[in-house]
């Protein structure tokens, strides 16, 4: 079965503190992976994707197919990353379907 | 105004009437997709449209039409609201040959 498991409902944080919010997924198949962010009051956005390989806002996603997870990392959070995280998958290669996880709130404090 | 566009941003309505929730992008795109946002759940697509006059089922259709006759529209109707539509729901576009969504407002929909 495809899915996205995402642990954490809620991440909390102090300023200036690593963060690794998890995502682990099962997906027969070459999937492509993605992070979505919505802060408050704002449309869902694409954060990043697995097949760039960049980095935005500080963030940064490995894909691991070995142990079939896609953590999104930041080595010193900010106030303003304060936020609901999703992950998400679909095929690679052109899909007509996101998998979403069920979202981790990070809640970073001053 | 370019984009994607979502109405009503907000609606109350009464268990048994029909709904329809407009979505509308400028971008041209072939893809538009619908799907409700619920706590615990995250984000489930509804139905999704590769073009015009082409719709199919995603994840949790059951209760849901749509229709695309203009390739900027997507409306998705609830025939018959149950409480158990309450929720947020989400249109999204995308090009062809283009992973990435581009989402809409939200619309919240709440069924007394």
């Known amino acids: 079965a495809q899915r996205v498991t995402q642990p954490e409902k809620l991440l909390s944080v102090f300023k200036g503190a690593p963060v690794e919010l998890k995502c682990n997924y099962s997906y027969s198949g070459s999937p492509e992976l993605f992070w979505y962010v919505q802060y408050s009051r704002q449309r869902l956005q694409l954060l990043l994707r697995?097949?760039s390989r960049e980095s935005i806002k500080g963030f940064t996603a490995d894909l691991n197919k070995g142990e079939t997870s896609f953590h999104l990392k930041k080595p010193f959070a900010q106030e303003e990353d304060s936020a609901m995280y999703y992950c998400a998958l679909s095929r690679l290669g052109g899909y007509n379907k996101l998998i979403f996880g069920a979202g981790t709130r990070l809640a970073v404090h001053p | 105004d370019a984009g994607i566009t979502q109405s009503p941003r907000y609606k109350i309505t009464e268990t048994g009437r029909q709904v329809t929730l407009m979505c509308h992008q400028t971008w041209s795109h072939s893809y538009m997709f619908w799907y409700r946002q619920d706590l615990g759940h995250g984000l489930r697509l509804i139905y999704y449209?590769?073009?015009?006059?082409?719709?199919d089922k995603g994840e949790v259709p059951d209760g849901y039409v749509v229709s695309r006759s203009k390739t900027e529209n997507f409306p998705l109707t609830l025939e018959s609201a149950t409480r158990s539509q309450t929720s947020v729901y989400f249109c999204a576009s995308r090009g062809p040959g283009y992973n990435e969504q581009f989402f809409g407002p939200g619309t919240r929909l709440t069924v007394l």
């Open positions: 697995h097949i």
């Open positions: 449209s590769a073009a015009a006059d082409i719709t």
